[in-house]
C-alpha cells in the first residue's frame, strides 16, 4: 500500500503475523505455521516486491516476534520449546542460531547501533518478581541489565 492509502495489493496469501522489516525494506520476516502443521510457527522471509519466500527455521517450535538488526545481518526472535520463551539470534538467513536469554525473554529490539536488545524478562513457569520488567542485553558480551520494576513491589 501506499503511504496515502492508494495502491493496496496482497504480497503473500500464507497466514501471516508479527512482520519486520529488512533495513534494506525488500525483506519482510514474518511468522507462520509451516503447512499441515498446528503446534508450531516458524519464521519466514518474503523478498519483495515478488521474490521467493524463504523459511528460516526448521525446528518444530514457537517462534514469535522476528526482528533485524539494524544492519541487517541478524535477526533477533522469541524461542519457546519445552519451556518458558527466550531470546535468540541467528544471521539473517537463519544459520548460527544462539540462545541469549536463560529467565525468559518476550519481544527483543534492537539498539540503533546493534550492541544491544532490549526485551522484556518473562517465566511462565516462575512467578519471579522480575516477569514482566525490561532488560537490556549486551549481544557480544551477554551481560544483563535490567531497566525496570515490578511496579506493585516497589510502588505499593
Known amino acids: 500500500i501506499n503511504s496515502d492509502g492508494s495502491e493496496i495489493h496482497e504480497v503473500l496469501r500464507a497466514p501471516a503475523i508479527v512482520p519486520s522489516w529488512h533495513p534494506s525494506g525488500r525483506i519482510l ?10 503446534d508450531a510457527e516458524e519464521i519466514y522471509t ?19 516476534h522476528p526482528n533485524y538488526s539494524p544492519d ?10 519445552n519451556g518458558p ?4 539470534i541467528a544471521n539473517a ?17 534492537w539498539s540503533p547501533d546493534g550492541k544491544r536488545i532490549v526485551y522484556t524478562k518473562y517465566d511462565w513457569m516462575n512467578n519471579d518478581p ?5 532488560w537490556i542485553l549486551d549481544v557480544e558480551t551477554g551481560e544483563e541489565l535490567q531497566l525496570t520494576t515490578k511496579w506493585p513491589s516497589e510502588c505499593p
Open 85 to 88: 520463551p527466550e531470546v535468540w
Open 29 to 38: 520476516a514474518y511468522i507462520s505455521a509451516p503447512p499441515g502443521v498446528t
Open 46 to 64: 518474503l523478498d519483495l516486491p515478488s521474490g521467493p519466500q524463504t523459511r528460516l527455521t526448521w525446528d518444530g517450535s514457537i517462534k514469535d
Open 93 to 109: 538467513d537463519g544459520s548460527g542460531a544462539r540462545r541469549f536469554t536463560f529467565g525468559g525473554g518476550l519481544y527483543p529490539e
Open 72 to 81: 541487517g545481518t541478524r535477526i533477533a526472535y522469541m524461542f519457546q520449546h
Open 130 to 134: 522480575q516477569n514482566g520488567v525490561l
